[in-house]
T-cell receptor, first 113, second 112 residues
């Protein structure tokens, strides 16, 4: 069974440019998460979806970040415009609805120069 | 609010020696506790979890963790460390609403 798939794996952009990350969760997983992980730190939740609904987006910087999960399967996280401080790893994860374990993708490594 | 603390930034151990990575938590209600491992340039991999039942939980790659309710701890252990265990380890707690909180991580360095 395929795990959580993310793309691109690596992205280098100049500040003020837009960037988008894509995630396809494990088949059958209704819950999808986007986390941001800064170097040397633990993941921090940006947004959590239950099917198409964003049930927790309190930590998403809505002035520049947006996310969507239109059909309740794959999801896109966008940053526009990117700032130097956005350099981080963006991790997508998924779980069964109400499940106890979340499974992570390999991450999308963003460098803003 | 729930929280997780990993008091050690780094743990150094010689190959073949026992490995312990510490974690304490704070959560309302019964805790759901997890350990994940992250290798360089990779995502987090699930190791083990405690939901209920036996306080000693066994997981992947020979790791185990002991849940201690009175000390609010969930330390990760391995009886004999391998060089390949060198990685970043994260403890996490899940609340009843499904929100996960991760610790800051502990870098494990196993020397030959």
């Amino acid at each position: 069974e395929a795990g959580v798939v993310q793309s691109p794996r690596y992205k280098i952009i100049e500040k003020k440019q837009p960037v988008a990350f894509w995630c396809n969760p494990i088949s059958g997983h209704n819950t999808l998460y986007w986390y941001r992980q800064n170097l040397g730190q633990g993941p921090e939740l940006l947004i959590r979806y239950e099917n198409e609904e964003a049930v927790d987006d309190s930590q998403l910087p809505k002035d520049r970040f947006s996310a969507e999960r239109l059909k309740g399967v794959d999801s896109t996280l966008k940053i526009q415009p990117a700032e130097l401080g956005d350099s981080a790893v963006y991790l997508c994860a998924s779980s069964l609805q109400g499940g106890n374990t979340i499974y992570f993708g390999e991450g999308s490594w963003l460098t803003v120069v | 609010a729930q929280s997780v603390a990993q008091p050690e930034d780094q743990v150094n151990v010689a190959e073949g020696n026992p490995l312990t990575v510490k974690c304490t938590y704070s959560v309302s209600g019964n805790p759901y506790l997890f350990w994940y491992v992250q290798y360089p340039n990779r995502g987090l991999q699930f190791l083990l979890k405690y939901i209920t039942g036996d306080n000693l939980v066994k997981g992947s790659y020979g790791f185990e963790a002991e849940f201690n309710k009175s000390q609010t701890s969930f330390h990760l252990k391995k009886p004999s460390a391998l060089v390949s265990d060198s990685a970043l380890y994260f403890c996490a707690v899940r609340d009843i609403g499904g929100k996960f909180q991760f610790g800051a991580g502990t870098q494990v360095v196993v020397t030959p």
